[in-house]
C-alpha cells in the first residue's frame, strides 16, 4: 500500500511538473527576443504568479445582432445536414436488406 501511495505521488509531481515547464516553454520567447536562461527564470516567475497578464475589464453593452454578427464563423457547422442524411440513407437501406443466408419468408 505504501509503495503505491509513494508511486501516485510521485506521478502526480512529475505530472505537474511537465505542465509547468510546458506553460514556461510556452512563454519562453519575450517581447524583447530574449531568450535563455534568464527569460526561462522570469516566465517560470510569471507561470507560478496567478495575476500575469490579466486585466480588470468592466461590461460590454451590445445588442444581440452585433454580438451574433461578431462570433459568425464561415466554416461549415459540427454537423453536416447532407453528410449526417447520407449516413440515415445507408442505414436504412442496410437495415431493409436481408443479411445473406437468411430464409426469405
Known amino acids: 500500500m ?3 501511495v509513494f508511486w501516485l ?5 512529475l505530472a505537474g511538473a511537465v505542465f509547468l515547464v510546458a506553460s514556461v516553454m510556452g512563454r ?4 524583447d527576443g530574449e531568450s535563455g536562461l534568464r527569460a526561462f527564470g522570469r516566465a517560470f ?15 460590454v453593452d451590445t445588442d444581440m445582432d452585433a454580438f451574433f454578427a461578431a462570433n459568425l464563423e464561415q466554416a461549415p457547422g459540427y454537423v453536416d445536414a447532407e453528410e449526417l442524411s447520407d449516413v440515415l440513407h445507408r ?4 437495415v431493409q ?5 437468411t430464409p426469405r419468408g
Not at 505521488?9 to 509531481?13: C, K, T, Y
Not at 436488406?97 to 443466408?101: A, D, L, V
Open 45 to 59: 516567475r510569471q507561470g507560478l504568479r496567478r495575476d500575469g497578464d490579466r486585466r480588470a475589464s468592466g461590461p
Open 28 to 31: 519562453m520567447q519575450d517581447d
Open 91 to 94: 442505414v436504412q437501406v442496410r
Open 97 to 101: 436488406t436481408p443479411p445473406r443466408g
Open 9 to 13: 505521488a510521485a506521478s502526480l509531481l
Open 2 to 4: 505504501v509503495t503505491f
